[in-house]
């Protein structure tokens, strides 16, 4: 199977039951994508997927078949960073920053489709990213901030 990830074409060999998750970690060394639930539910694994953020722990590559492109943190700074990681800096919203390559994506998504979202926007489109460090309120700030740019 071919893969369009982060404007790069790579050969996948893994079965087309593998998770995606698997495929960029283990066979393609893109780590910035994390393993947190395993079942879809924290968002700390999604990348982009033909600008749809997706929880790549439950999305097997054989779905991937016939899609231009996949996005994972590591794709949004191959040109500086984006609006939004730049946001997230200036206002130091990581604490242990596991969570956040899926909340940046979820929020990249947000703003492509939406950009000047409101505050219940943006918790509605953020409420499926769980962040065990509660930076709940200045996730939002960055976005708002981005949203600004």
Same mark, same amino acid.
């Given at each position: 199977?071919?893969?369009?990830?982060?404007?790069?074409?790579?050969?996948?060999?893994?079965?087309?039951?593998?998770?995606?998750?698997?495929?960029?970690?283990?066979?393609?060394?893109?780590?910035?994508?994390?393993?947190?639930?395993?079942?879809?539910? @924290?968002?700390? @694994?999604?990348?982009?997927?033909?600008?749809?953020?997706?929880?790549?722990?439950?999305?097997?590559?054989?779905?991937?078949?016939?899609?231009?492109?996949?996005?994972?943190?590591?794709?949004?700074?191959?040109?500086?960073?984006?609006?939004?990681?730049?946001?997230?800096?200036?206002?130091?919203?990581?604490?242990?920053?596991?969570?956040?390559?899926?909340?940046?994506?979820?929020?990249?998504?947000?703003?492509?489709?939406?950009?000047?979202?409101?505050?219940?926007?943006?918790?509605?489109?953020?409420?499926?990213?769980?962040?065990?460090?509660?930076?709940?309120?200045?996730?939002?700030?960055?976005?708002?901030?981005?949203?600004?740019?």
């Amino acid at each position: 199977m071919r893969l369009n990830i982060n404007s790069k074409y790579y050969e996948i060999n893994s079965e087309s039951d593998t998770p995606l998750l698997w495929v960029l970690r283990d066979e393609l060394g893109l780590t910035g994508a994390k393993y947190g639930c395993g079942i879809g539910f @924290c968002g700390t @694994c999604a990348v982009l997927i033909d600008g749809k953020a997706r929880r790549s722990c439950i999305t097997p590559i054989g779905e991937l078949s016939g899609k231009n492109m996949i996005i994972t943190i590591e794709g949004l700074s191959e040109n500086g960073l984006h609006k939004l990681q730049k946001a997230w800096l200036e206002i130091g919203v990581s604490q242990c920053g596991y969570c956040q390559p899926g909340q940046i994506i979820t929020a990249v998504e947000l703003l492509n489709e939406n950009p000047n979202p409101s505050e219940s926007e943006i918790n509605d489109k953020m409420s499926g990213n769980i962040c065990r460090c509660g930076t709940y309120n200045k996730i939002r700030q960055a976005i708002q901030i981005a949203a600004k740019e």
